[in-house]
Nanobody
């Protein structure tokens, strides 16, 4: 079983950068497809980005160019670099994973979830 713990969130001003981390434990996630999702109050959970075991990535259109997902298999970690943050990026950011190699951007495809880390961007 895999446990995921996010960290790195905080309160920043618009235009700032943050790097979120997702630490996995219990077993290696090197073969897992990993992803980031976010959720704001009163809204549906939104796909942010995904990365496969081979390193290929896919980012949501609205965040492409500002956010970058990456992974470090040796450390069993996944990251989300967020640049040029906007107030509308304010959300709880969740790390997710699945052994399913075909997983993409649908939350139901992911079986392991962290508890989330809050990102608040003020103007």
């Amino acid at each position: 079983q895999v446990q995921l713990v996010e960290s790195g969130g905080g309160a920043v001003q618009a235009g700032s950068s943050l790097k979120l981390s997702c630490a996995a434990s219990g077993r290696t996630i090197s073969s897992y497809t990993m992803a980031w999702f976010r959720q704001v109050p009163g809204k549906e959970r939104e796909f942010v980005a995904t990365i496969r075991s081979g390193g290929s990535t896919y980012h949501a259109d609205s965040m492409r160019g500002r956010f970058t997902i990456s992974r470090d298999s040796a450390k069993n970690m996944v990251y989300l670099q967020m640049n040029s943050l906007k107030p509308e990026d304010t959300a709880v950011y969740y790390c997710a994973g699945t052994p399913a190699f075909w997983a993409t951007s649908t939350q139901d495809e992911y079986s392991y979830w962290g508890q989330g880390t809050q990102v608040t961007v003020s103007s």
